[in-house]
């Protein structure tokens, strides 16, 4: 194209004076069909508003063949004397390739939305973008204030203001909405540039905005920020039901409007899951939740059991293993939504309004656990490819956090059975102490710990406090806690001083350590515990307990004087190095010694040495048994969710009165026997129980002449009488008898043999200054 230039003069009125060579030129008219018509009569279109406000811009022209003339033009006012326009100059010249042609198609063929306003919000043109946005022509919305063209009022607020904010302060901003455009029933994220626009003079003469819509990596943010925090809300507790409700609060409403997690019977259970999900699949419901009040959507109520037929959403995603979509229409889809709103009370739909349905199986570790299943209704997207995977990941993240919380749940009942059984179920009948005990599993994630606790029966009418704790939570901790409760027993049986029966003790947990790493080269593993081993006498109403890195027992006394005993605390069992010691101390009829784990006291939030002070507080309250005694314990000192297990032994101390226990020393003369023997004898008859002397004076004989002949002095006899009657004779001697069998033609030998027949049970025991040997009998009267 020819580079020439035209030259046109119009009055004020528009009409044309002059017409130059160039013009003819350019569009073959000549001056004399042009002057004295109105210019706007040789436009093939009408000009934009820009052009015309700013006297600038591109115009499109009709040559004399009737083509289109396009040319960018410039207009240059001629004023009269009073300075107001008496015309214009108006010259023009065709675009080059990179002038107002080029960018106007830009401009309407942009992706984008753009549009531009006058300063009072009037639309002055749209690109083509724009137009399908606000959904019609752009001869609609020219000239129109904007916040008539839309029906979202508080988006029209915002928008409006940020135009007006760019028209008066001249400056560019960026808004961010997310709002629904005119032409889509769905809201969209939206970005948008103003910007402002002027003429040479500098003159802010209109606003531009390019708008664009940014939905995609708006949902995909959304997506990611779902994801992000599953992983912060979902699994907080080990516990299936709340972690499968953390899931459902997740999804409603902002990823469905109705969702619900349903579990295999087996997952809730003991039972090993199945191999195969094949055709009708029956699962428990345990979480629902709706973004409508009442969850009417919910046909199968919470706890409840339903039968998921074969063609169901749910039982094809359970057997595919992966996420299945369905949606209004499909005939699965309707046969399943016609199935559950068949169930519904009359004027009742359970579905009305769904129209699309996803369904993820719970997977964790290669095992199938259940399926959850989102519905929308009132939002308007169907769900697609990318929901599917957003919901198989959250799907996946929920499954393994319920298949922790089910192993957790088994391990915890596991451990809790086993505990139970090791722990002593009815503490035996004694009469040395009464006692009340309590035991309070954790129920904290670190599980069931190894707490526990006893009350053994010893020789002489004593009696064996013991509490301890082994290190660690969960089967291996209540295994061991076994052990060491039996090894405790044995050891007591075999009537061992406290600080002695824990140093055996200390040597078995080395060696339960050893055992269990064999393979270790002869490194000892962990395996540590604490005992707290106490043994009252209600005849000398003495106290003795050591202790193996355990906390001290309290004592209230009857006055309602509380202390701890002052215990040298050995080292924890298994650590060796250092000894025991024993602390002996005597305490009143009616003294309430407390033992328990550090459960009761210790925690990383409390002060140790407060927590001491609130249990010897709550020892002193009034109440009428022990057991009030120990849920007042408990209620004071603990805290509302222990860190730990706790176990509490309450005893409080009787005592054996002089009326009730006799003593003779015996001369080491077998001559002596006898008057010792009618001693007994007359001591039976003083206490109304002449019904035992024949088993009495026999097991007196064999025990008295045993001492003078086989122990040293000095030698005694006692009697106590308890629940049982108790024949004691202690010597100087440590060397301990042992039954044998005699055979025909032996002299001795059969003494012991007869005590063990003719009494209840016998036994011996070491003492500081030799040994005594001991024999029970029933008072109740013997069978022969």
Request: charged share 25%; hydrophobic share 40%; aromatic share 6%.
């Amino acid at each position: 194209m020819e580079h020439v230039s035209a030259t046109a003069v119009t009055d004020a009125a528009g009409i044309v004076t002059g017409w130059s060579e160039g013009a003819r030129r350019l569009t073959g008219r000549t001056a004399e069909e042009v002057v004295g018509r109105a210019a706007r009569a040789l436009l093939a279109e009408d000009p934009p508003g820009p052009a015309v406000a700013a006297l600038k811009g591109t115009v499109v022209l009709r040559r004399s063949d009737g083509s289109p003339l396009t040319l960018a033009v410039e207009a240059c006012p001629v004023l009269s004397g009073d300075g107001t326009p008496a015309g214009y100059v108006i010259t023009g010249r065709p675009p080059g390739p990179d002038e107002p042609t080029l960018a106007g198609r830009a401009f309407q063929q942009a992706s984008m939305s753009m549009s531009v306003f006058d300063p009072r919000q009037h639309y002055l043109r749209l690109n083509d973008a724009a137009c399908r946005v606000m959904g019609v022509p752009e001869d609609a919305l020219l000239g129109r204030y904007f916040p008539d063209t839309v029906e979202d009022a508080e988006h029209s607020r915002g928008f409006l203001a940020h135009l007006r904010q760019v028209a008066e302060t001249g400056m560019p901003v960026r808004y961010e909405s997310f709002t629904g455009a005119p032409s889509s029933n769905r809201e969209h994220a939206w970005s948008f540039d103003m910007w402002p626009v002027r003429d040479d003079t500098g003159e802010l003469t209109g606003v531009a905005l390019a708008g664009f819509d940014s939905s995609e990596q708006h949902w995909a943010r959304q997506r990611l920020a779902l994801l992000n925090e599953a992983a912060a809300s979902i699994g907080s507790t080990l516990d299936v039901v709340r972690t499968a409700e953390e899931l459902i609060e997740l999804l409603v409403p902002r990823y469905a409007d109705f969702a619900s997690v349903d579990l295999l019977e087996w997952v809730l259970g003991a039972d090993e899951p199945p191999t195969v999900l094949e055709g009708d699949i029956v699962l428990r419901r345990v979480a629902h939740g709706s973004a409508f009040e009442g969850t009417p959507e919910a046909a199968v109520h919470l706890g409840e059991t339903d039968v998921y037929p074969g063609f169901s959403p749910p039982a094809r995603a359970l057997r595919q293993g992966r996420a299945a979509i369905s949606q209004a229409g499909e005939p699965d889809f309707m046969r399943w939504v016609a199935e559950r709103n068949a169930r519904a009370p009359a004027g009742r739909s359970y579905r009305k309004g769904v129209h699309s349905m996803l369904a993820v199986p719970l997977k964790a570790r290669g095992t199938t656990l259940g399926v959850v299943v989102a519905v929308r209704i009132a939002h308007p997207d169907d769900y697609g490819s990318d929901d599917a995977a957003v919901g198989e990941e959250l799907a996946s993240r929920a499954a393994v956090c319920i298949d922790n919380a089910r192993r957790f749940a088994r391990e915890r009942s596991t451990a809790l059975a086993l505990q139970n059984s090791l722990l002593p179920r009815g503490l035996p009948g004694q009469a040395a102490v009464e006692v009340a005990h309590r035991y309070l599993p954790c129920g904290s994630l670190a599980g069931i710990g190894g707490d526990w606790f006893d009350v053994i029966p010893l020789s002489g009418s004593r009696v064996a406090l013991v509490v301890g704790d082994v290190v660690g939570h969960g089967i291996p901790s209540s295994a061991t806690m076994g052990r060491l409760c039996t090894a405790v027993r044995t050891l007591a049986d075999v009537d061992l001083p406290p600080d002695e029966l824990l140093t055996h003790l200390d040597d078995l947990v080395t060696h339960l350590a050893s055992d269990d790493r064999p393979d270790e080269g002869g490194e000892v593993a962990e395996l540590g515990a604490t005992c707290l081993y106490a043994v009252y006498d209600p005849v000398s109403r003495r106290l003795t307990a050591a202790a193996a890195g355990h906390p001290p027992p309290a004592v209230v006394l009857p006055d309602g004087t509380t202390r701890l005993v002052p215990l040298s605390a050995g080292p924890p069992l298994g650590v060796g190095g250092l000894p025991f010691e024993a602390t002996e101390i005597e305490l009143p009829e009616g003294a309430v010694v407390a033992l328990y784990t550090d459960g009761l006291i210790e925690d990383r939030d409390r002060d140790i040495d407060h927590a001491t002070d609130e249990l010897c507080r709550a020892l002193t309250a009034r109440t009428d048994t022990l057991d009030e005694l120990c849920d007042t314990i408990l209620k004071a000192v603990l805290p509302e969710e222990p860190g730990d297990d706790v176990a509490l032994l309450l005893a409080r101390t009787r005592a054996l009165g002089a009326d009730r226990v006799a003593t003779w020393d015996v001369e080491p003369d077998p001559a002596h026997v006898a008057a010792t023997r009618q001693a007994a004898n007359e001591q039976l008859a003083a206490w109304g129980l002449q019904e035992a002397s024949f088993v009495t004076e026999l097991v007196v004989s064999e025990l008295v002449t045993n001492a003078i002949r086989y122990g040293e002095p000095p030698i005694q006899l006692r009697l106590i009488r308890d629940r049982t009657l108790i024949c004691e004779v202690s010597d100087g001697s440590s060397t301990s008898p042992h039954l044998r069998r005699a055979h025909a033609f032996d002299e001795g030998g059969r003494g012991l043999l007869l005590v063990a027949q003719l009494t209840q049970r016998w036994g011996s025991r070491q003492t500081g200054s030799g040994k005594t040997i001991w024999a029970e009998q029933s008072l109740e009267p013997p069978e022969f």
